[in-house]
Structures are given as structure tokens and as C-alpha cells.
């Protein structure tokens, strides 16, 4: 069975632009998050979404947003990217509702704006 | 504001020996993972801990929670070079679905 899936595995855009990831869980998740890990920090928590509803947001700007499909997929965009957005965007899913909630990563996108 | 310390943040050892990494907060977790990162990648999940006092073992790898669900502990045995990465915990909040990420131990086990 294939993992979580990510897309594009690299990206390099300029300050301003805007950018939109995208992710697709293990089969028969349901639960999407995202997280910003910044070169030598662990992982932050940013966005989670259950059945195409948020479920948790992190302390993030309001130049992130997400969205899940109806497949499950997810989409994150960012707007007027600053340079601080540099970062590998981790998506991870999870299929357990119950305290154990084990999530499982997918491989990242590296995000480089210059 | 929650915080996940974890420590020590580099590591450097022969292989062969023992070592501990310690994961400490004041908040508490209804879960706990240890996730192992290779350069680029993604965490690669190791291990759930969901009860307070749980020691779990993965062949020379043994975690423990702590009993009050506020820290836990990885212990690896005789290392090898082929443990070498960053090793992360993570804690899932009380009565949400957010985790928090500790910063990370880097290891590096030299042959």
C-alpha cells in the first residue's frame, strides 16, 4: 500500500508569490495534518483536518490556509510568501480515532523562497 | 505555550555504547510518539506510548512514558552507525488532536 504522498518535492518561488501544496493520505485516512519544520527545529503544528472539516489550527498567519477533498486529499496555500516560509511542509495522516491517534508523515515538500 | 524540551540535542558516541534521550513538558499527553528523521525526509514513526508507566521495546530501542504522562524516555542499547539520524518525540495534547514536537536529538553513532 502507498504512504502518505506529497507534491512537488521541491519549490523554489519569490517573496510575494503565492504557493499550494498538496497531499494525499494512506488509504482509508481520514485525517490530514500539516506541519512547518524550519532547517534544525522539530516539526510545528500549522493545520488538521478530519472528513473536510478543521479540527485544530496552529499559530500560524492568515496567509496559510488548507482545504480537504472529498478523496481525503488536502491542499495547503500560502499567500505572500516571505522568506521565513522556507521550510520543508510535512503532511501526515492518521485512520485511529481513539487516544493512541498514530500519525503517519509523508516524505515533504522543500519549499525555498527567495 | 507548550513546550516539548528534549535533550540532549547532539549526541556523538562509538558504536557499542548505551545512550537515553529524554523528552520532558509540563503539559500532558494523552499520547506520545518517537519518530526517527533521516535528512530530508520525513519522520518515520518508531513508536506509541498511550499509558502512563508503558515501557515499550523495538529490538535494542526501549521507550517509556512517564507515569503522570509528562515525559518520556528513549534508550538505545550497543548503538550502531545505522542509528544515526534525528530522533523526535511528540505529544498529542489532553482532549485534542494537536501534537507538539520536541526539537529534536541528532545522533550520530561512529564505527
Known amino acids: 500500500d502507498a504512504g502518505v504522498t506529497q507534491s512537488p518535492t521541491h519549490l523554489i518561488k519569490t517573496r510575494g508569490q503565492h504557493v499550494t501544496l498538496r497531499c494525499s493520505p494512506i488509504?482509508?485516512?481520514?485525517?490530514v495534518s500539516w506541519y512547518q519544520q524550519v532547517l534544525g527545529q522539530g516539526p510545528q503544528f500549522i493545520f488538521q483536518y478530519y472528513e473536510k472539516e478543521e479540527r485544530g489550527r496552529g499559530n500560524f498567519p492568515d496567509r496559510f490556509s488548507a482545504r480537504q477533498f472529498p478523496n481525503y486529499s488536502s491542499e495547503l496555500n500560502v499567500n505572500a510568501l516571505l522568506l521565513g516560509d522556507s521550510a520543508l511542509y510535512l503532511c501526515?495522516?492518521?485512520?485511529?480515532?481513539?487516544?493512541?491517534?498514530?500519525?503517519?508523515f509523508g516524505p515533504g515538500t522543500r519549499l525555498t523562497v527567495t | 505555550t507548550q513546550l516539548l524540551e528534549q535533550s540532549p540535542q547532539f549526541l556523538s558516541i562509538q558504536e557499542g555504547e548505551n545512550l537515553t534521550v529524554y523528552c520532558n513538558s509540563s503539559?500532558?499527553?494523552?499520547?506520545l510518539q518517537w519518530y526517527r528523521q533521516e535528512p530530508g525526509e520525513g519522520p518515520v514513526l518508531l513508536v506509541t506510548v498511550v499509558t502512563g508507566g508503558e515501557v515499550k521495546k523495538l529490538k535494542r530501542l526501549t521507550f517509556q512514558f512517564g507515569d503522570a504522562r509528562k515525559d518520556s524516555s528513549l534508550h538505545i542499547t550497543a548503538a550502531q552507525p545505522g542509528d544515526t539520524g534525528l530522533y523526535l518525540c511528540?505529544?498529542?495534547?489532553?482532549?485534542?488532536?494537536?501534537?507538539?514536537f520536541g526539537t529534536g536529538t541528532r545522533l550520530k553513532v561512529l564505527a
Open positions: 511528540a505529544g498529542r495534547l489532553s482532549g485534542t488532536y494537536k501534537y507538539i
Open positions: 488509504s482509508g485516512h481520514k485525517s
Open positions: 503539559s500532558v499527553f494523552s499520547s
Open positions: 501526515a495522516s492518521s485512520g485511529r480515532r481513539d487516544v493512541a491517534y498514530e500519525q503517519y
